[in-house]
């Protein structure tokens, strides 16, 4: 089955700087990835998503990047601000069955 | 907006006690999971369903079993539930663009 890991599993940066968060997954045929981000006590919630035929979007501050030959993607947040501070997780499925697998979580602080 | 209810947000029961988690949704979504939450093991997929009456073993089914009856509600039952279910369990549905959206939670401890 999908097997997603997860890097690195805390981060800390400087207000203003830029953070980068790493994923793998192992099955080719996982075809969406989503990031989600949880604030202490609430529930993830979608921040940015990418598909196998894409291999870069962005949206404001936020972008993902896809390699589908390494079965890699990964999380840029650039011009964090503490209002960022959160655990953030990748994850990725298949096309069938929509059955998701998530990463171990990223604690990402930013310090103002 | 896609609405996912669940039947508490705390829970406090005894070793050996049979336990019901519910989730609801308002939309006609298939496909619904149940996740449990632990600190440095992310979210781990117990079981899933894609129709009613239909499941799908996830990742950690092990001391679970589910119940889907009707479309809009996902039962996950702990038959005899044991301290190392302590956890926090999601709820969460398939939107249509394969999007997951997640309830609440319930913080369930075995005590």
């Known amino acids: 089955g999908e097997n997603v890991e997860q890097h690195p599993s805390t981060l800390s940066v400087q207000e203003g700087d830029s953070a980068v968060i790493k994923c793998t997954y192992s099955d080719s045929a996982s075809n969406y990835f989503p990031w989600y981000k949880q604030e202490l006590g609430k529930r993830p919630q979608l921040i940015i998503d990418?598909?196998?035929?894409?291999g870069e979007k962005k949206d404001q501050r936020i972008a993902v990047t896809l390699n589908k030959t390494a079965k890699h993607f990964s999380l840029h947040i650039t011009e964090t601000q503490p209002e960022d501070s959160a655990v953030y997780f990748c994850?990725?499925?298949?096309?069938?069955?929509?059955?998701?697998?998530f990463g171990a979580g990223t604690r990402l602080t930013v310090k103002p | 907006d896609v609405k996912v209810t669940q039947s508490s947000r705390y829970l406090v029961k005894r070793t050996g006690e049979k336990v019901f988690l519910e989730c609801v949704q308002d939309m006609d979504h298939e496909n619904m999971f149940w996740y449990r939450q632990d600190p440095g093991l992310g979210l781990r997929l117990i079981y899933f369903?894609?129709?009613?009456?239909?499941?799908e073993k996830g990742d950690i089914p092990e001391g679970y079993s589910v119940s889907r009856e009707k479309k809009e509600r996902f039962s996950l039952i702990l038959e005899s539930a044991s301290t190392n279910q302590t956890s926090m369990y999601l709820c969460?549905?398939?939107?249509?663009?394969?999007?997951?959206?997640f309830g609440p939670g319930t913080r369930l401890t075995v005590l």
């Open positions: 990418i598909r196998s035929n894409v």
């Open positions: 369903s894609y129709d009613v009456k239909m499941k």
């Open positions: 969460a549905i398939r939107g249509t663009t394969d999007t997951q959206y």
């Open positions: 994850a990725a499925s298949t096309p069938l069955l929509g059955d998701m697998r």
